[in-house]
C-alpha cells in the first residue's frame, strides 16, 4: 500500500535553515503537503504543491519536489523558535481524500 | 477562509460515560469529513470518514459501536465516544475538505483532548 516516511527528529539553531525530508511510494501521487502541528492542537496546512511542479517557494518555506525519486523537502528560512512543532508530510491522489500521513518530523529549534 | 472548529477543545469524563465531540465547517461545506485519533508522539490514525446524509465508513479495527459519527449537515459532525474507559484516552482531530473543491486540502480542527478517568 503507499507509504509517508519521513525521519522523526531534527535540530537546528535560531536563524539556521532547517530542512525536512520526505519519501513517498505511491507513483500515482498528486498531491504533495506539509502539515504543521503545534503542541495540544490540531494540524495547520503549511503548503502544498502539484506533483506537475519542481518547486513552491512561499515566504520563508520552499518546497522541493523530485517525482523521479518521490523525495519532498521542506526548507524553512531563518528559522524561529516560533517554527518548533512537529511536521507532517502527506500524499493524496484525489485531493482531500485518502490522504495519507507520515509519521511527523519533530522539530527543535535552539535559541 | 476553509476554517473547521472542533468542540471540546478538552475533557475530562468518568469512566463508563459519553463523551460528544463536534466537528463544524465554518465557512463552507464540507460532504465529507475525517475523523482521526492521534496518540502521544505518534502520526495520526484515521477513523473513520463521515458522509453527510449516510453512514460512516470506518476504518479496520475501530469500533463502530464505540465511536458513534452523525453527519447530519454539511457542516456538522458529531463524533460520540460512547461508554468511555481510560484507554480511550487520546487526542482527537476532525478535518473537512470543501465540496465545492472536490481538490482542495483538508483543513483540521484543533483538536479534542480527551482524558477519561
Known amino acids: 500500500g503507499e507509504d509517508v516516511e519521513q525521519s522523526l527528529f531534527l535540530s537546528v539553531r535560531e536563524g539556521d535553515s532547517s530542512v525536512i525530508n520526505c519519501t513517498y511510494t505511491?507513483?500515482?501521487?498528486?498531491?504533495l503537503y506539509w502539515y504543521k502541528q503545534e503542541p495540544g492542537a490540531g494540524l495547520q496546512l503549511l503548503t502544498y504543491?502539484?506533483?506537475?511542479?519542481d518547486m513552491k517557494q512561499d515566504q520563508r518555506l520552499t518546497v522541493l519536489l523530485n517525482k523521479k525519486d518521490k523525495h519532498l523537502s521542506l526548507r524553512i528560512a531563518d528559522t524561529q523558535t516560533g517554527d518548533s512543532a512537529i511536521y507532517f508530510c502527506?500524499?493524496?491522489?484525489?485531493?482531500?481524500?485518502?490522504?495519507?500521513f507520515g509519521a511527523g518530523t519533530r522539530l527543535f529549534v535552539k535559541a | 477562509g476553509a476554517v473547521v472548529s472542533q468542540h471540546p477543545s478538552w475533557v475530562i469524563c468518568k469512566s463508563g460515560t459519553s463523551v460528544k465531540i463536534e466537528c463544524r465547517s465554518l465557512d463552507f461545506q464540507a460532504t465529507t469529513m475525517f475523523w482521526y485519533r492521534q496518540f502521544p508522539k505518534q502520526s495520526l490514525m484515521l477513523m473513520a470518514t463521515s458522509n453527510e446524509g449516510s453512514k460512516a465508513t470506518y476504518e479496520q479495527g475501530v469500533e463502530k459501536d464505540k465511536f458513534l459519527i452523525n453527519h447530519a449537515s454539511l457542516t456538522l459532525s458529531t463524533l460520540t465516544v460512547t461508554s468511555a474507559h481510560p484507554e480511550d484516552s487520546s487526542f482527537y482531530i476532525c478535518?473537512?475538505?470543501?465540496?465545492?473543491?472536490?481538490?482542495?486540502?483538508?483543513?483540521f480542527g484543533n483538536g479534542t483532548r480527551l482524558t477519561v478517568t
Open positions: 502527506a500524499e493524496s491522489t484525489t485531493g482531500g481524500f485518502k490522504t495519507i
Open positions: 478535518s473537512a475538505n470543501s465540496v465545492s473543491s472536490y481538490n482542495s486540502p483538508l483543513h
Open positions: 504543491i502539484f506533483s506537475n511542479m
Open positions: 505511491d507513483s500515482s501521487s498528486t498531491y
